[in-house]
């Protein structure tokens, strides 16, 4: 049974950077790509960054040039480094990946962003 398990959310206030971690409990390279998605109270879940085996990266819009997707193959860990961020950021955070026609999602962590 895959597992993938998220940690480093929290109360930042805006301008601040948060690091959200996702670890999975087998290779990462076995993904076709590792995601972080998030959901706001009221809103659909929506993906923000993406990150290949290659290493190819894609970012939603409102995220691009604040948030980072990288990646930890020996630690079978992908990392979302979170910097500037506004309140419209708060949400709780999903790391997703695939393989074959399987979905696996992790709990979930919570990023709120207020002063």
């Known amino acids: 049974q895959v597992q993938l398990v998220e940690s480093g959310g929290g109360l930042v206030q805006p301008g601040g950077s948060l690091r959200l971690s996702c670890a999975a409990s087998t290779n990462i390279f076995s993904f076709a790509a590792v995601d972080w998605y998030r959901q706001a109270p009221g809103k659909q879940r929506e993906l923000v960054a993406r990150i290949t085996p290659g290493g190819y990266t894609n970012y939603e819009d409102s995220v691009k040039g604040r948030f980072t997707i990288s990646r930890d193959n020996a630690k079978n860990t992908v990392s979302l480094q979170m910097n500037s961020l506004k309140a419209e950021d708060t949400a709780v955070y999903y790391c997703?990946?695939?393989?074959?026609?399987?979905?696996?999602w992790g709990q979930g962590t919570q990023v709120t962003v207020s002063s």
């Open positions: 997703h990946a695939a393989r074959s026609v399987l979905d696996y």
